[in-house]
Nanobody, 125 residues
Framework: QVQLVESGGGLVQAGGSLRLSCAAS????????IGWFRQAPGKEREFVTA????????DYTDSVKGRFTISRDNAKNTVSLEMNSLKPEDTAVYYC??????????????????WGQGTQVTVSS
């Protein structure tokens, strides 16, 4: 099985940027589609973005399109999430997750088999 560890979260002012990283170990990350989800206090976990195993397909929730970019470096066994023009409503714990199933399941957090511990992102107004 694969283990995932997120890093890069922190406190940033609105309009600022952060880069999150998801480091995989135990199995090659190119065996999995990787998704980023976030969960704010009192809210359900929501899909943010995903990238397929080969890095040829990506998908984003509407609220982050044009601001967030997901990428992967299979040689380094990592997936990154570049977040620009951050807004207070982006505040949440961000999780990366791995799914060995089909790309069609990317929006459903229940389809993902492995999760990191999460990293806090706080955007101040």
């Amino acid at each position: 099985q694969v283990q995932l560890v997120e890093s890069g979260g922190g406190l940033v002012q609105a309009g600022g940027s952060l880069r999150l990283s998801c480091a995989a170990s135990g199995r090659p990350v190119n065996e999995y589609n990787i998704g980023w989800f976030r969960q704010a206090p009192g809210k359900e976990r929501e899909f943010v973005t995903a990238i397929n195993w080969g890095g040829t397909m990506t998908d984003y929730t509407d609220s982050v399109k044009g601001r967030f970019t997901i990428s992967r470096d299979n040689a380094k066994n990592t997936v990154s999430l570049e977040m620009n023009s951050l807004k207070p409503e982006d505040t949440a714990v961000y999780y990366c997750a791995a799914d060995a199933g089909p790309w069609s399941g990317r929006w459903d957090h229940q389809k993902y088999d492995y999760w990191g511990q999460g990293t806090q992102v706080t955007v101040s107004s």
